[in-house]
């Protein structure tokens, strides 16, 4: 099982994410050069299903997305600055695993498949299910097959390692994990692998339990492909809550992990149990930096003053007003008269609670583009926008949708500059200071 994190490998852990999503090679090294075994741990860490879980220390305990950074699920620290194309940071984390754990050198998909084969080899059926929950997302461990060559990287449909390396001696070429294991008679192996076939498109059964009283809430048969955003919006349907308020869910104490599937959270099992609080009061200040686009360009961002993303910021009032604020900082190309270009961008309107968790609605607001390193006369604009966004833990809203409800009278359109994603933390008093 697990060990628990101490608050000192968490803040560490704070900082190395900060460091990476700033694709700052100094503050990564500086993070990992603090303590050796600590930097083993870090290195170690991988992107799960759930997160803030103090007892799992294999687990980011930070949420991913609240640092700008996309991921799939087993990603490492040094998988996500790949992912996120952020070579400065990835560099000095790949130097940093030669030193201190080179185990965590190959890719968190070689890793998942390395403990795949060794379930098998063992028959061992619990570890076969803890390999294929850990999967990295996207990767079809299943599907993998013998190949008249390996070690491969660029060939994702083939075996990485040779299998006999494992012990498992009888194979035939375009063998998959499930033929190599009953071609080794591996029997609680086999079971496993046909059990977890099965559940992968069956529906799953989640029961849902308010988290203080444990009273069943909801019984739901999901779509395993389901993310928490909608069950939200079933439970919204099926066992509407009367007032306000955002319900969380929760899998034991720990929050969810925006995007992820319940396919992924309860792999290989019939049926998982949720418990759901609700955040009556969700007003304040929250921000937070824009998602990455998929379709990121590295380079060019690299160009941006400072290497900053757009900035976000919400604040939405006990009186029902909201204000939403993006700031995306221009091009330095170098000039000695100041940075040129950019958006600032205001918009006024109001909120509500709403599945699945908060909706704000805008209308308009303003607009300005900076000149010589300076914001100029603020412009107005008019266009409606509705912004849905998921509450994933009290203090923490996640943006799941952004819909613009026509173009402007005089036939323009503006960009909210928001990836869907991105999430945004409450600041706290003591942050204001």
Not at 2 to 28: F, H
Not at 102 to 116: G, I, Q, R
Not at 272 to 280: H, P, R
Not at 382 to 402: P, R, T, W, Y
Request: aromatic content about 6%; charged content about 25%; proline content about 3%.
């Amino acid at each position: 099982m697990p060990g628990e994190r101490d608050r000192y490998s968490i803040a560490a852990e704070r900082r190395l994410l900060t460091a990476i999503a700033d694709n700052d090679e100094v503050a990564v090294r500086k993070v990992l050069q603090a303590d050796a075994a600590q930097a083993a741990e870090l290195l170690n860490l991988r992107v799960k299903p759930t997160y803030n879980d103090v007892h799992d220390s294999t687990a980011f305990f930070h949420s991913i997305v609240s640092n700008g950074l996309t991921f799939a699920l087993g990603d490492t620290a040094r998988d996500l600055a790949a992912r996120n194309q952020l070579q400065d940071a990835e560099r000095a984390l790949f130097e940093a695993i030669a030193v201190a754990n080179p185990t965590a050198a190959c890719s968190s998909a070689v890793s998942a498949e390395a403990a795949l084969l060794t379930a098998v080899a063992a028959d061992d059926a619990d570890a076969v299910a803890q390999a294929l929950a850990g999967k990295p997302k996207g990767v079809d461990l299943l599907e993998l097959k013998v190949k008249s060559t390996f070690n491969d990287p660029n060939d994702k449909t083939a075996f990485f390692h040779p299998v006999v390396s494992f012990g498992l001696d009888a194979f035939a070429l375009d063998d998959t994990i499930f033929q190599l294991a009953e071609r080794n008679k591996k029997d609680n192996v086999v079971a496993a692998l046909r059990s977890w076939q099965a559940n992968k498109t069956a529906p799953l059964r989640v029961k849902i339990v308010a988290h203080l009283t444990g009273e069943t809430v909801a019984e739901i048969e999901v779509d395993r492909r389901w993310t928490a955003v909608e069950l939200s919006r079933e439970l919204a349907t099926c066992a509407p809550r009367q007032g306000g308020g955002c319900r969380v869910l929760l899998c034991g104490s720990a929050p969810l992990t925006f995007g992820v599937a319940f396919g992924d959270l309860a792999p290989g099992r019939e049926d998982l149990e949720l418990s759901c609080i609700i955040v009556a009061n969700a007003a304040g200040y929250y921000s937070g930096v824009a998602s990455r686009d998929p379709d990121f360009d590295f380079d060019h961002f690299q160009m941006v003053a400072g290497g900053r993303r757009t900035q976000i910021g919400l604040n939405i009032a006990d009186d029902g007003s909201a204000r939403w604020e993006s700031t995306t900082y221009p091009i330095d190309r170098g000039h000695a008269a100041g940075l040129s270009g950019g958006q600032l961008l205001i918009a006024e309107g109001r909120w509500q609670f709403e599945s699945p968790g908060v909706a704000v609605h805008v209308a308009g607001g303003i607009t300005s583009t900076m000149s010589r390193g300076r914001w100029q006369e603020r412009r107005p604009w008019s266009q409606k926008f509705a912004i849905k966004l998921s509450m994933a833990k009290d203090g923490e809203l996640c943006v799941v949708s952004i819909e613009s409800l026509g173009a402007a009278a005089d036939g323009s359109s503006i960009s909210l500059r928001c990836q869907l994603g991105t999430t945004l933390s409450r600041k706290r008093p003591e942050d204001e200071r």
